[in-house]
């Protein structure tokens, strides 16, 4: 029957079709506004010692954050202040 070979094939496409909306739809949740201030609370959790995740995360940087450097708000590497672009927000050049 013609109707039992398109059946499942219909709902292989809604399925597909479903994950891609979910994922616009997180983007735009990410997107929104209030997120900055989400994520500015993040870093500075982010930021205090003996964290054990942040501690994973700043790996990739070889030496700890020292007194003239800062964490940058936007790539969340570690910068010279030379390198702040925007103290409010403290986001370095490259991604001001
Ligand atoms: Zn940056």
């Given at each position: 029957m013609a109707t039992d070979y398109d059946a499942p094939r219909k709902n292989e496409e809604e399925q597909s079709e479903e994950s891609i909306e979910e994922l616009k739809a997180r983007r735009h949740d990410k997107n929104s506004g209030k997120v900055d201030e989400d994520e500015a609370e993040a870093a500075e959790s982010f930021e205090l010692p003996g964290a054990d995740l942040s501690h994973e995360e700043l790996a990739v940087e070889v030496k700890p954050k020292q007194e003239d450097e800062f964490t940058c708000m936007s790539c969340f590497l570690v910068h010279h202040?030379?390198?702040?672009?925007?103290e409010k927000k403290m986001i370095c050049f490259d991604c001001a």
């Amino acid at each position: 029957m013609a109707t039992d070979y398109d059946a499942p094939r219909k709902n292989e496409e809604e399925q597909s079709e479903e994950s891609i909306e979910e994922l616009k739809a997180r983007r735009h949740d990410k997107n929104s506004g209030k997120v900055d201030e989400d994520e500015a609370e993040a870093a500075e959790s982010f930021e205090l010692p003996g964290a054990d995740l942040s501690h994973e995360e700043l790996a990739v940087e070889v030496k700890p954050k020292q007194e003239d450097e800062f964490t940058c708000m936007s790539c969340f590497l570690v910068h010279h202040r030379s390198q702040l672009a925007d103290e409010k927000k403290m986001i370095c050049f490259d991604c001001a």
